[in-house]
């Protein structure tokens, strides 16, 4: 009777250690969308109506793909409403959680951990939070929020554990810095008394290998690392404003279409000693944009197309073409490991998150009123994002820099406001292409005719080197000089790109000016004609003359006359059609003994 009491109280406190060790799973998964919160339900009976210490949650194990999981947060939430950290904003542009067991006897917390984060890890906050004399019987949600837009996902399962003796909080590990474990929290001056500030700074590297030139514009990515000692974070408070006037800030839009201005804090953290405290100060304003479902911080980024001037403060330069961007928000989409070379120091080092010190302290990070970007994490914006590009218009080919500043209004406080700029050189070839242009000549006497070609719509003026006024209406024009010398002629090429000039030197050496032309009467009729035209002339004397016909760049078609005259009237037939000519203009050249004439002849055919 007594062996079979003692087996009775053996069986009982056996049943009372292991009878409870359940595990609940939800299968039925969902997508997790962007811009969106989901809720993942788990109806849980049959426990204890009380967790605590002695028996309660255990672990949480999930399982889900997603393309950037540097986007989402992930949280538990018990039927009282309690909640737990499981994952915030962790695995920058990594993908997926895979078997990925959340549980407070792991040794590797999940901000230490990488996609796909597959073994066990500390969560964010401690499971202990609901093992609070709760009644875990009821409905718990798995919530999960994706807060950038162009990557989804789906929750696959999630798993929770419950059994006896629930793994008690870890104590504060050697590192990494935090709100409890400010002893390992390092200040930049060595002390153990400091504000620990954040340090915006920009990438070169996203910006070198995306950018894509368009004519009169570039779109481009954009990366703000913070390679402080502290987090950047701020939060939205409740004093909003249109156009200086006070409004409610659950008013989204003011009577003119501009958005709400809301007021923003920032949070600055303290060491003393071990001991981390924050304290909050103005920093600017953000905006409510209903179509992204965001608070953006205003004027985050501003990037800009420049040519340098010699100063070394890139910020200086002539600004050729400019873009702002307004933050979708701030928040952790990558770190200065994860995206090697990304991060840089003042001496242009690249930097990993082992080289920053307090490497990754933060408390918020996300979309919502309340952003940040943790110490040695960045915010990336994609080239493929609204607003992400530089407009210039009309500009030319050639090296330029992007400059892109963090924070250009110092709006936050940092611990080096000297180094959030970088100017990254950029070669454009899809603009306007550099002008090209040169002449012809073809002088006889006194006269010359000149064919000038350009390109890419420029303009152009000729000058003859005698006084005469320019010529900035024709390509192919006609010169007559004023008498024997030499001229410098110059055809100036002038366009948004570049302007030159192509200079001739010509020779006039004639034995009679053109004052002797008196000798003889030279015309042709009609003109402008389209079948034939008539040329005209009288010799006073017996003469040598010749009578040839040039087309607009100065090459010969045909000799109508050529030899030796007596005095008396002539006519001649010029007929284009005959010789197969377009229409066009053409050059009448008259060369006798004592003078030289071109005539400019304007020929339609009708037949084309």
Same mark, same amino acid.
């Given at each position: 009777?007594?062996k079979?009491?003692?087996?009775l109280?053996?069986?009982?406190?056996?049943?009372?250690?292991?009878?409870?060790a359940?595990?609940?799973?939800?299968?039925?998964?969902?997508?997790?969308?962007?811009?969106?919160?989901?809720?993942?339900?788990l109806?849980?009976?049959?426990?204890?109506?009380?967790?605590d210490?002695?028996?309660?949650?255990?672990?949480?194990?999930?399982?889900?793909t997603h393309?950037?999981?540097?986007?989402?947060?992930?949280?538990?939430?018990?039927?009282?409403?309690?909640?737990?950290?499981?994952?915030?904003n962790?695995?920058?542009?990594g993908?997926?959680y895979?078997?990925?067991?959340?549980?407070?006897?792991?040794?590797?917390f999940i901000?230490?951990?990488?996609?796909?984060?597959?073994?066990?890890?500390?969560p964010?906050?401690?499971?202990?939070?609901?093992?609070?004399?709760?009644?875990?019987?009821?409905?718990?949600?798995?919530?999960?929020?994706?807060?950038?837009?162009?990557?989804?996902?789906?929750?696959i399962?999630?798993?929770?554990?419950?059994?006896?003796?629930?793994?008690s909080?870890?104590?504060?590990?050697?590192?990494?810095?935090?709100?409890?474990?400010?002893?390992?929290?390092?200040?930049?001056?060595?002390?153990?008394?400091?504000?620990?500030?954040?340090?915006?700074? &920009?990438?070169e !590297? $996203?910006?070198?290998?995306?950018? %894509?030139?368009?004519? +009169? @514009?570039?779109?481009?990515? =954009?990366?703000?690392?913070?390679?402080?000692?502290?987090?950047?974070?701020?939060?939205?408070?409740?004093?909003?404003?249109?156009?200086?006037?006070?409004v409610?800030?659950?008013?989204?839009?003011?009577?003119?279409?501009s958005?709400?201005?809301?007021?923003?804090?920032?949070?600055?953290?303290?060491?003393?000693?071990?001991?981390?405290?924050?304290?909050?100060?103005?920093?600017?304003?953000?905006?409510?944009?209903?179509?992204?479902?965001?608070?953006?911080v205003?004027?985050?980024?501003?990037?800009s197309?420049?040519q340098?001037?010699?100063?070394?403060?890139a910020?200086?330069?002539?600004?050729?073409?400019?873009?702002?961007?307004? &933050?979708?928000? !701030? $928040?952790?989409?990558?770190?200065? %490991?994860?995206?090697l +070379? @990304?991060?840089k120091?003042? =001496?242009?080092?690249?930097?990993?998150?082992?080289?920053?010190?307090?490497?990754?302290?933060?408390?918020?990070?996300?979309?919502?009123?309340?952003?940040?970007?943790f110490?040695?994490?960045?915010?990336?914006?994609?080239?493929?994002?609204?607003?992400?590009?530089?407009?210039?218009?009309?500009?030319?080919?050639?090296?330029?820099?992007?400059?892109?500043?963090?924070?250009?209004?110092?709006?936050?406080?940092?611990?080096?406001?000297?180094?959030?700029?970088?100017?990254?050189?950029?070669?454009?070839?899809?603009q306007?292409?550099?002008?090209?242009?040169?002449?012809?000549?073809?002088?006889?006497?006194?006269?010359?005719?000149?064919?000038?070609?350009?390109?890419?719509?420029?303009?152009?003026?000729?000058?003859?080197?005698d006084?005469?006024?320019?010529?900035?209406?024709?390509?192919?024009?006609?010169?007559?000089f004023?008498?024997?010398?030499?001229?410098?002629?110059?055809?100036?090429?002038?366009?948004?790109?570049?302007?030159?000039?192509?200079?001739?030197s010509?020779?006039?050496?004639?034995?009679?000016?053109?004052?002797?032309?008196a000798?003889?009467?030279?015309?042709?009729?009609?003109?402008?004609?389209s079948?034939?035209?008539l040329?005209?002339?009288?010799?006073?004397?017996?003469?040598?003359?010749?009578?040839?016909?040039?087309?607009?760049?100065?090459?010969?078609?045909?000799?109508?006359a050529?030899?030796?005259?007596?005095?008396?009237?002539?006519?001649?037939?010029?007929?284009?059609?005959?010789?197969?000519?377009?229409?066009?203009?053409?050059?009448?050249?008259?060369?006798?003994?004592?003078k030289?004439?071109?005539?400019?002849?304007?020929?339609?055919?009708?037949?084309?």
């Open positions: 009777m007594k079979n009491l003692l087996s109280v053996i069986c009982f406190l056996f049943f009372k250690h292991f009878a409870f359940q595990s609940f799973t939800h299968n039925t998964g969902g997508a997790i969308l962007d811009n969106t919160t989901a809720y993942f339900p109806n849980i009976s049959g426990l204890p109506n009380s967790i210490a002695s028996y309660g949650l255990i672990s949480c194990e999930i399982n889900l393309t950037y999981t540097g986007d989402i947060k992930i949280w538990l939430k018990a039927p009282n409403g309690d909640s737990i950290g499981l994952a915030y962790r695995g920058g542009s993908d997926n895979v078997n990925t067991l959340f549980k407070m006897d792991a040794t590797v901000g230490n951990g990488t996609n796909p984060f597959t073994g066990n890890f500390v964010e906050t401690s499971i202990n939070n609901v093992n609070v004399v709760q009644d875990p019987n009821g409905l718990w949600l798995l919530g999960i929020r994706d807060e950038v837009p162009a990557d989804i996902g789906s929750l399962n999630y798993t929770l554990l419950f059994g006896n003796n629930p793994p909080d870890p104590p504060p590990p050697p590192g990494p810095c935090s709100m409890t474990n400010g002893q390992n929290c390092l200040c930049p001056d060595g002390t153990a008394d400091c504000d620990l500030l954040p340090d915006m700074t &920009s990438s !590297l $996203i910006i070198q290998n995306q950018h %894509t030139e368009y004519s +009169g @514009y570039m779109t481009l990515s =954009n990366a703000t690392p913070n390679i402080g000692f502290g987090p950047m974070e701020i939060h939205g408070i409740d004093s909003c404003f249109c156009n200086g006037v006070s409610p800030c659950s008013q989204t839009q003011c009577p003119d279409g958005y709400v201005k809301q007021l923003v804090k920032q949070t600055v953290y303290h060491r003393n000693g071990s001991t981390i405290t924050s304290s909050t100060r103005s920093a600017g304003f953000m905006s409510y944009h209903p179509s992204h479902g965001h608070i953006h205003d004027n985050w980024a501003d990037f197309l420049r340098s001037n010699g100063n070394p403060d910020t200086t330069w002539p600004i050729l073409g400019t873009g702002t961007k307004m &933050s979708f928000c !701030l $928040i952790n989409l990558g770190d200065c %490991t994860s995206n +070379g @990304y991060c120091d003042n =001496n242009g080092n690249t930097i990993t998150m082992a080289d920053i010190p307090n490497s990754p302290f933060g408390m918020v990070s996300g979309c919502g009123l309340n952003q940040g970007i110490t040695g994490n960045l915010d990336i914006y994609s080239q493929g994002m609204n607003g992400m590009s530089i407009d210039f218009g009309n500009i030319c080919n050639g090296d330029y820099y992007v400059v892109s500043i963090t924070d250009p209004n110092n709006n936050f406080l940092e611990q080096d406001e000297t180094n959030n700029w970088v100017a990254v050189p950029i070669t454009l070839t899809d306007l292409p550099a002008t090209s242009g040169n002449f012809t000549s073809n002088v006889l006497g006194i006269n010359g005719i000149f064919a000038g070609t350009i390109s890419n719509g420029a303009t152009f003026s000729w000058n003859f080197g006084g005469s006024e320019p010529d900035t209406t024709n390509l192919l024009t006609m010169h007559q004023p008498g024997n010398g030499v001229y410098e002629v110059n055809f100036t090429v002038s366009s948004a790109c570049t302007t030159f000039v192509v200079t001739q010509i020779e006039i050496l004639t034995t009679n000016t053109v004052e002797q032309a000798t003889a009467n030279f015309s042709t009729a009609p003109n402008p004609f079948n034939s035209t040329v005209n002339y009288s010799l006073l004397k017996n003469s040598t003359i010749s009578l040839e016909i040039y087309n607009s760049v100065g090459q010969k078609i045909t000799t109508l050529n030899g030796s005259y007596g005095a008396g009237n002539y006519k001649f037939e010029f007929n284009p059609f005959d010789l197969n000519l377009n229409s066009g203009i053409y050059f009448l050249r008259f060369n006798s003994d004592d030289t004439e071109t005539l400019k002849l304007i020929y339609t055919n009708k037949q084309e």
